[in-house]
């Protein structure tokens, strides 16, 4: 997912994925850095005693990002 991302790095401004083992966001992490990632987001989230947790990741700047998102006003 991390390198089909890079394929459309100039078409959306942000990329997500759930995680439910912890151990594998650092391997991503460092994925989604290699290849070029500005901006890397990780949210955990709790339900009970199950933690899970997002990331988030964008190839934009951020004032790519304001202006793109500024044109879907």
Known sequence: ???ESK?????VIW???LLSK????????????KLGATHILIQE????Q????FMA??????EQRL???GHLL
């Open 1 to 3: 997912m991390a390198n």
């Open 7 to 11: 394929k459309f790095a100039h078409q």
């Open 15 to 17: 990329f997500s994925t």
């Open 22 to 33: 912890k151990d594998n966001i650092r391997p991503l992490q460092k994925r989604l850095e």
């Open 45 to 48: 989230m709790a339900q009970g």
């Open 50 to 53: 199950k933690k899970s947790r």
């Open 57 to 62: 990741w964008s190839f934009m700047s951020h």
């Open 67 to 69: 202006t793109l998102s």
